[in-house]
């Protein structure tokens, strides 16, 4: 029985994910907000709660887009209600996703220590 609710859960997360990329991306164009787009949902499983996981195009606008959606849970959960079958719509809480900036940094230090490796190495060789 277990496996049934993780499936179930999974299957509302991803509906969720897909609707609410829909209504985050009117919201960018309609509110003038800094573009973002839902990365992930995560729903508990008595469907009470979901965590919307949201990265920025400009992570230095960030804590601006994620105030405006905070703002917007209520009106996101309410189209939700009407557009999704489900008895009762979780409630929404809306968290950064920095997993796209860490990489970015990641692979930015990769490239400079790449830069350096090739002239440490001649400067090896040469003694």
């Known amino acids: 029985m277990p496996s049934r609710d993780f499936k179930r859960t999974d299957r509302v997360g991803a509906e969720l994910r897909r609707e609410l990329g829909l209504l985050v ?4 164009r309609d509110h003038g907000l800094p573009s973002v787009s839902v990365s992930d949902v995560e729903v508990t499983r008595d469907l009470d709660w979901a965590t919307v996981w949201v990265t920025a195009l ?3 606008r960030s804590a601006e887009a994620m105030k ?3 703002e917007l849970a209520v009106e996101f959960r309410r189209t939700l209600s009407r557009s999704m079958r489900l008895r009762r719509v979780p409630e929404l809480r809306f968290k950064y996703d920095d997993s796209v900036d860490k990489g970015e940094r990641i692979e930015h230090l990769l490239s400079q220590d790449s830069l350096r490796t090739p002239a440490a190495a001649e400067d090896q060789n040469e003694d």
Request: charged share 20%.
């Open 58 to 60: 400009q992570p230095e």
């Open 25 to 28: 991306h009117a919201a960018v």
């Open 68 to 70: 405006a959606l905070k």
